[in-house]
């Protein structure tokens, strides 16, 4: 069956309108669907409602940034950085091009500025170098777009879309039913060795997280490095039943307003790059509770917690 993935494409508008227009045609080569905010009728909702609900139909989350933050909602927070952490609340892969600073030819009246230049700043800075690609030209973007679309989707298969004609018959789908129980009992073989491979990785990733906070004490300037391990290991078990982000954001910051931070926005953008691991390690994950979205540990989050407390 000829599978194709709807591709949400997210930036700032107006100073990427020809990278947007490159990027819909390569999507557009490679067979699959690309959904913009430009591509959208008025409608009574509000746009952050439309908004989610294309992402929510999304297959992959596709984000373009230069050297904008963009529009601001009425909450304080950019529209562009809005549709990334929701669109990683709702798991869904997210892959981002960032401009590379190399690039000095720029148009002026693109360039933020004062406040909107630091919210930028804060915003590129919870991505590293495994979450982004550098591009310096709209056919260097191009092309990178097709190369690590195609290896995303082959790492992170998602539902996609089929023509209905090709929709399986109930025969073929019993035939897929039992191969995929054989499926299942040969790959359960292997899933402790692969198991215990994952979570290698993601400790060891969590391990190499290191934020340093500015600390002042008794007149003292200072600094205190917060490791991702230590503070998995320390408040992981509050996730173990589910809780709401801001439960979860409360405590530990409680817990590192003990060592005197100066500034309360380090200690928040330090829990949205630790979040952002979190989900993108498949360690937690956010779930719908009685309309609310609860932050839980996944199965492999609860393993890691095992080993690191129980082990």
Same mark, same amino acid.
């Given at each position: 069956?000829?599978?194709?993935y709807?591709?949400?494409?997210?930036?700032? !508008?107006?100073?990427?309108?020809?990278?947007?227009?490159a990027?819909?045609?390569?999507?557009?080569r490679?067979?699959?669907?690309?959904?913009?905010?430009?591509?959208?009728?008025?409608?009574?909702?509000?746009?952050w409602?439309?908004?989610?609900?294309?992402? $929510? $139909?999304?297959?992959?989350?596709l =984000?373009i940034?230069?050297r904008?933050y963009g529009?601001?909602?009425?909450?304080g927070v950019?529209?562009t950085?809005?549709?990334?952490? !929701?669109? @990683?609340?709702q798991?869904?892969?997210?892959?981002?091009?960032m401009?590379?600073?190399?690039?000095?030819?720029?148009?002026?009246?693109f360039?933020?500025?004062?406040?909107?230049?630091?919210?930028?700043t804060l915003?590129?800075s919870?991505f590293?170098?495994?979450?982004?690609?550098?591009w310096?030209?709209?056919?260097?973007l191009?092309?990178?777009?097709?190369?690590?679309?195609?290896?995303?989707?082959?790492?992170?298969?998602?539902?996609?879309w089929?023509?209905?004609?090709e929709?399986?018959?109930?025969?073929?789908?019993?035939?897929?039913s039992?191969?995929?129980?054989?499926?299942?009992?040969?790959?359960?073989?292997?899933?402790?060795q692969?198991?215990?491979?994952?979570?290698?990785?993601?400790?060891?990733?969590?391990?190499?997280?290191? !934020?340093?906070?500015?600390?002042?004490?008794?007149?003292?300037?200072?600094? !205190?490095?917060v490791?991702?391990?230590?503070?998995?290991?320390?408040?992981?078990?509050?996730l173990l039943?589910?809780?709401?982000?801001n439960?979860?954001?409360?405590?530990?910051?409680?817990? @590192?307003?003990?060592?005197s931070?100066?500034?309360?926005?380090?200690?928040?953008?330090?829990l949205?790059?630790?979040?952002?691991? =979190?989900?993108?390690?498949?360690?937690?994950?956010?779930?719908e509770r009685? $309309?609310?979205?609860?932050?839980?540990?996944?199965?492999?989050?609860?393993? @890691?917690?095992?080993?690191?407390?129980?082990?």
């Open positions: 069956m000829d599978k194709k709807q591709i949400f494409i997210s930036s700032t !508008y107006k100073d990427l309108i020809e990278q947007r227009e990027v819909v045609k390569n999507v557009l490679m067979g699959h669907l690309p959904v913009g905010m430009e591509m959208f009728d008025a409608a009574d909702d509000s746009q409602e439309v908004i989610k609900r294309h992402i $929510n $139909n999304s297959d992959y989350y =984000l940034i230069a904008r529009s601001i909602d009425d909450d950019g529209f950085e809005k549709e990334y952490s !929701y669109a @990683l609340e798991g869904v892969p997210c892959i981002a091009f401009l590379d600073d190399s690039v000095k030819t720029w148009n002026n009246d360039i933020d500025s004062g406040r909107e230049k630091k919210r930028l915003f590129k919870r590293n170098k495994k979450l982004v690609n550098f310096t030209t709209t056919d260097n191009a092309l990178q777009v097709s190369h690590s679309l195609s290896t995303l989707m082959t790492i992170k298969p998602r539902m996609g089929i023509r209905g004609n929709a399986a018959s109930p025969l073929v789908a019993e035939e897929i039992r191969l995929s129980r054989e499926n299942s009992v040969l790959q359960s073989k292997l899933l402790s692969e198991g215990n491979k994952e979570l290698n990785e993601s400790q060891n990733i969590l391990n190499n997280f290191n !934020y340093t906070l500015t600390t002042y004490k008794n007149n003292i300037k200072g600094n !205190y490095v490791n991702g391990l230590e503070l998995y290991k320390s408040n992981a078990s509050a039943h589910g809780v709401s982000k439960y979860f954001y409360r405590n530990i910051k409680s817990e @590192l307003q003990k060592f931070i100066t500034d309360p926005s380090e200690i928040s953008l330090l949205d790059m630790f979040l952002d691991q =979190l989900l993108i390690l498949d360690l937690a994950s956010f779930k009685e $309309n609310t979205n609860i932050l839980e540990l996944t199965s492999k989050g609860k393993s @890691l917690f095992a080993r690191l407390n129980y082990n």
